[in-house]
């Protein structure tokens, strides 16, 4: 099929004002996915088209972009996934991520965003002795189960930059940070728990959220994002 | 030209990896080291693992392991190519490595009784019975996501010195010394000089030289290309593994946990073709082994609907079937499968339209990995010769690193041990080395060279379009360098490389800015590819035999009076590429012929 593809550009070194790249392919295969389309341009038409991407299946979180008004991986977005069944030609819009600075082209300033996720203490934290035997601590499958889905995350920022809540004070820490928040005070051996319920019980922390489903429908991952962020609530109500 | 900047510390890391990481972790409790990384930390490759990392602790109910199995496992998956004393090293270190990741919050899966999970995996198999045992260690299929995590997670927690988004060019070396390291700031396009006692390269590998693979397209072997370039040898690079399940056409892998959960390889007829290649593991032999198992299946017309795929098949049906027709009790659910492996179940489900628990998937083997590189010892300490000469302060680790543990062929989930082993180990060392080493003043315009390099490609104003040259790259390697080889198909890889070495002096790219010059960097690395290429050709034709992942149909037995010994290949000033050899460290287990 036939495809335009209309990408938000950027680059302060020729312009200082965005523009509206808009590139022609034909040929274009159902399974293909956006990133191709994008190297494809790279490649053959533009090479100073700037973009982050590298394991190209959805594990490694560089891509994440909006493609037609909505977060994804490009990397994961089939054309199949844009078109209507039969459909001959098509357009697709390509953004950088919403709310944070804009580098050049879909390169975005990530800085912001990573400051949130330290801010939650995203690692074990665990000062009692190990076991004498000098294995591992024990957990029950039941108990490594509650907090599966949020080991989940690839911190590619789809989430925290489909949130109006972010978008509207980009003090919150988004969604992206309470999931590894979650991730840890779920885990029965972590013992940082207090601290970190602290950090997401602040005023920028989960009470921000509006329950608005952006981040769960943006996450390429599918972690029940809004959830998580429910049971931290439900976590700050039960503790105090 | 403006002038670079310098940073002074200790100890430079190049890459953040698991190998990167593992060491940062290690070296940064004691000396000045900064981890610098052309990836933000957590997009690197480690993080696409997804089988499980190795260790023998016998978690399994009724089932005995032990390390010393794990070596002699490891020692036949290597075609008894590795060094016996590495492996060693690798396999007793693997069981309180894991130990410690899990001490670091690694969320690994558990069973019933509250120990780290453990799967079944290629090659890996209790040394009396000769069946298959659960060694693998993992977190559902995304083991090396949460490796990945983790070791980044306690980064922060320890306040590493992250250089995110800096890509390293080129190695300042002087004489039998390191000084340091010339990088790229991507944002700004600016290069520094890293001046430093020691320096470490954890940079992966170089997957990218394949057109089918399971590689990163960040995947471009920058680490070994630098050192290729300032006079270290290759060792080993006619090993490249390809691992039998990729994706048909996409390369996407498909762990062999797949197998480990019981899914079984299928040609057109329906026939459970590994039966007949290797009677008593069966789908799960070692990696090489599968992969030729699969291509003669396609050679002889039996891929499916006569194309270049053969059928895995995880369904629970298939699976129990043949549980059963191995007297095995054990049965699966649909449930399991998703437990088990959700990220495959994601990866057929989104690429190929494909539900796993439905229809067999459709797979090719792809390239995967390189057991040759940069030659160290067991210290991560980087070797100049077969005599064992350092090159003072240089380190390197992980993929790009040839220990040598993996010989001929790696057996899987062994790469994510190698990480946590040999990255703490160069460490560690690098502490020790930076306590008694003073820092050696740099040599005058020690950017001068690379950032010419750069400039010229950057203004060159030609035909030749870096993305042409890349594609005939990796088109004539998977022809000619793949699973099978010859004199022939060899000798014309080299006529290629050769031709497209002199094209590269033409390349000309569309982005002539400096910030976020991603056209020029990947001008850069094809650079690098083509370099590593080469050698892999060179080291591939003079190696006369067939042995692990190095299979010649004009050789095809394996050749112990002659090749038990590793290669080195050096490029000379004038370009020339010079071999020579090295014996191989035999220990407990004296080769024998290889069957599975
Ligand atoms: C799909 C897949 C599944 C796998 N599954 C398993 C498994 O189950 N078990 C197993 O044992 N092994 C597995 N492997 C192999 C294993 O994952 C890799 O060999 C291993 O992760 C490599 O780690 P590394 O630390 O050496 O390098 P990588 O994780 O590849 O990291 C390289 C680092 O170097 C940096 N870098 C590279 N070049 C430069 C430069 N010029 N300047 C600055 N930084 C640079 C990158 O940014 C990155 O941080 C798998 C591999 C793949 C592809
Ligand atoms: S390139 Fe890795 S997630 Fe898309």
Known sequence: ?240 | MSKPQVHQFDAVIVGAGGAGLMAALHASKAIKVAVISKLYPTRSHTGTAQGGISAALANMEGETDSWEWHAYDTVKGSDYLADQDAVDVLCKEAIDAVIELEHMGLPFDRFPNGKISQRRFGGHTNNETGKPVHRACHAADRTGHMILQTLYQQCIKNQVNFYDEFQVVDLIRVGNEVRGIVAVELATGAFHIFHSKAVLFATGGWGRCWEVTSNAHSLTGDGAAICLRRGVPMEDMEFFQFHPTGIYKLGILITEGVRGEGGILLNADGERFMERYAPTIKDLASRDVVSRAIYLEIARGKGINGQNYVHLDVRPKTVNYYFEKDGESRRIDDAYIEAKLPDIADFTRTYLGIDPLKEPMPIQPTAHYAMGGIPTDVDGRVLLDTQGTTLDGMYAAGEVACVSVHGANRLGTNSLVDLVVFGRRSGKHMVEYCRHASLSPLPDGAADEVMAAFDRIRTHNGNTKPHVLRQKMQKAMTANVGVFRTAELLQNAQGILAQLQQEFQDVTIDDKGKRFNTDLLEAWELGCLLDLAEVTAVSALARTESRGGHARDDYPERDDANWLQHTFCLRTADGRYELSYKPVTIGRYQPKKRVY
Not at chain 1, 52 to 71: E, L, P, Q, T
Request: proline content about 6%; aromatic content about 8%; overall charge neutral.
């Open chain 1, 1 to 240: 099929m036939q495809v335009l593809l209309r990408i938000r550009r950027y680059n302060p070194e020729l312009r200082d004002k965005p523009w509206w790249g808009e590139y022609s392919l034909d040929n274009v295969a159902p399974h293909d996915t956006v990133l191709e389309l994008l190297h494809r341009v790279k490649w053959t038409m533009d090479g100073s088209l700037s973009l982050r991407r590298s394991c190209a299946h959805g594990v490694c979180g560089s891509d994440a972009m909006r493609i037609n008004g909505a977060n994804a991986l490009a990397c994961k977005m089939l054309v199949s996934r844009l078109a209507k069944p039969g459909q001959q030609s098509l357009k697709i819009q390509v953004e950088p991520i919403l709310g944070l600075p804009v580098l050049k082209d879909l390169i975005v300033d990530m800085e912001p965003f990573m400051e949130h996720y330290r801010s939650v203490l995203p690692y074990f934290i665990n000062d009692s002795p190990a076991p004498a035997n000098g294995r591992e601590r024990l957990q029950s499958p039941e108990d490594r189960a509650i907090f599966d889905d949020t080991t989940k995350c690839i911190l590619c920022a789809a989430c925290t930059t489909s949130c109006p809540s972010f978008w509207a004070n980009d003090k919150y820490v988004g969604p992206a940070a309470i999931v590894q928040a979650h991730r840890f005070i779920f885990d029965s051996r972590d013992e940082g728990a207090a601290q970190r319920l602290e950090v997401v019980g602040d005023t920028f922390g989960v009470w921000k959220c509006r329950t608005v489903f952006n981040c769960t429908n943006a996450c390429p991952r599918e972690i029940e994002i809004t959830r998580a962020i429910g049971e931290v609530k439900h976590a700050l109500t039960t503790k105090s």
